[in-house]
T-cell receptor, first 111, second 115 residues
Framework: KNEVEQSPQNLTAQEGEFITINCSYS?????LHWLQQHPGGGIVSLFM???GKKKHGRLIATINIQEKHSSLHITASHPRDSAVYIC?????????????FGKGTKLSVKP | NAGVMQNPRHLVRRRGQEARLRCSPMKGHSHVYWYRQLPEEGLKFMVYLQKENIIDESGMPKERFSAEFPKEGPSILRIQQVVRGDSAAYFC?????????????FGSGTRLTVV
């Protein structure tokens, strides 16, 4: 079993829909990261969080430390949100940068 | 303020050749991290460097791979005698201090193809 699991693997939505991507992890963490990767493109860091909730524009990230679970929500989705969303964790006690990554959720938003 | 710059964006090498991947961190960032993304697989940590020091290379293959971050100039990931299995996207990230305190800024990656 992977230490970081994401669901769903693939997600297709209609423009305007509310989207949720889930991430569960099995290790103790110091931080959790949500990343965005466009096809053939670079990686953009969306959020880093260790507790509670963060919001940036139409994106919201939440984390429940007790349940070892995080969600990424996209409100009023748009075709430009189509990308792979990756959850990664910093293992508590691990060295900096030694992130454990999920396999990603491929999101496609149709107009 | 330019972001993390990686070059080249695409690199083609024949089996047995050497590949050199460069990463210039953001201005003011002294911590550099390298990751590899194999086709159809997730990202994997390779190495963490600070200026002139390798801090954690636990993710580096034991042979043919090396990394450096000299006092002047970019960080270099070097792969000697490349094989087809080295074909992947290699990403660099940087942070101004401890990544878990400041977060990580990623580059656009270098896509290595070994033919």
């Amino acid at each position: 079993k992977n230490e970081v699991e994401q669901s769903p693997q693939n997600l297709t939505a209609q423009e305007g829909e509310f989207i949720t991507i889930n991430c569960s992890y099995s290790v103790g963490i110091s931080a959790l990261h949500w990343l965005q990767q466009h096809p053939g493109g670079g990686i953009v860091s969306l959020f880093m969080l260790s507790s509670g909730k963060k919001k940036h524009g139409r994106l919201i990230a939440t984390i429940n430390i007790q349940e070892k679970h995080s969600s990424l929500h996209i409100t009023a989705s748009h075709p430009r949100d189509s990308a792979v969303y990756i959850c990664a964790v910093s293992n508590y006690g691990g060295s900096q940068g030694n992130l454990i990554f999920g396999k990603g959720t491929k999101l496609s938003v149709k107009p | 303020n330019a972001g993390v710059m990686q070059n080249p964006r695409h690199l083609v090498r024949r089996r047995g050749q050497e590949a050199r991947l460069r990463c210039s961190p953001m201005k003011g960032h002294s911590h550099v991290y390298w990751y590899r993304q194999l086709p159809e697989e997730g990202l994997k940590f390779m190495v963490y460097l600070q200026k002139e020091n390798i801090i954690d290379e636990s993710g580096m293959p034991k042979e043919r791979f090396s990394a450096e971050f000299p006092k002047e100039g970019p960080s270099i990931l070097r792969i000697q005698q490349v094989v087809r299995g080295d074909s992947a996207a290699y990403f660099c990230a940087s942070s101004p201090g401890l990544g878990d305190n400041y977060g990580y800024t990623f580059g656009s990656g270098t896509r290595l193809t070994v033919v």
